[in-house]
């Protein structure tokens, strides 16, 4: 990941994670600190590590997962919306089509332990949260941390599920579009984060 940061990326950059690739926005502007001027983090959790999963279903070989796959997205599109009839609007086949060897190993590769609320701590990025008020995946204690441990982060709150993004696009883009395009003066600091 760093790697491809620093072949492609400019003097100043902007991250935009959601959910699982929150992580890698944090991790980035951790270690590229200097050439990443914003972060915003959509339905993203707590400044928690990631810890090996004990073994479940995605620990099955991707062939097995590739038969169960529509099984297994139909569980999370039910649980990631928070209006059922939002579903039926979104190209689900284009909104969730990721091989099953995909999803193997992004739900196996998820061991971060150095992310620990530390790390979140040394964070001097400007950061911005997105988070769903009906989100079953992400609870809102764990954004409140978030802001509590990192120095300059904020939260926005949107009437939508853990794919905010999908839900409710227009207020997303009004809200990244003003994180984006406020000036620094204008930056609220949190309080320094004591542990």
């Known amino acids: 990941m760093l790697v491809l940061f620093d072949a492609f990326a400019k003097e100043e950059n902007i991250l935009i994670g959601h959910s699982y690739g929150s992580s890698f926005?944090?991790?980035l502007a951790h270690e590229r600190s200097n050439q990443v001027s914003k972060v915003i983090l959509i339905s993203g959790g707590g400044p928690q590590s990631l810890k090996p999963q004990p073994c479940q279903i995605f620990?099955?070989?991707?062939?097995i997962l590739s038969c169960?796959?529509?099984?297994?997205v139909n569980g999370f599109i039910k649980r990631a919306f928070k209006d059922p009839s939002q579903q039926a609007k979104l190209d689900k086949n284009n909104s969730f089509n990721a091989s099953a060897s995909v999803l193997h190993a992004m739900m196996n590769g998820q061991d971060w332990a150095e992310?620990?609320?530390n790390y979140h701590a040394a964070l001097n990025t400007p950061i911005l949260l997105?988070?769903?008020t009906q989100d079953q995946f992400i609870g809102i204690d764990e954004e409140h941390e978030m802001i509590?441990?990192?120095c300059d982060c904020r939260m926005k709150t949107v009437e939508a599920g853990h794919m905010v993004m999908l839900e409710a696009p227009y207020e997303v883009n009004e809200l990244i579009d003003d994180f984006i395009n406020q000036h620094p003066?204008?930056?609220?600091v949190q309080r320094v984060p004591t542990f």
């Open 68 to 72: 169960i796959k529509p099984m297994i």
């Open 59 to 63: 620990c099955l070989p991707a062939f």
């Open 25 to 27: 926005c944090v991790k």
């Open 185 to 188: 003066s204008e930056r609220v």
């Open 148 to 150: 509590e441990t990192i």
């Open 130 to 132: 997105i988070y769903g």
């Open 115 to 117: 992310g620990d609320r």
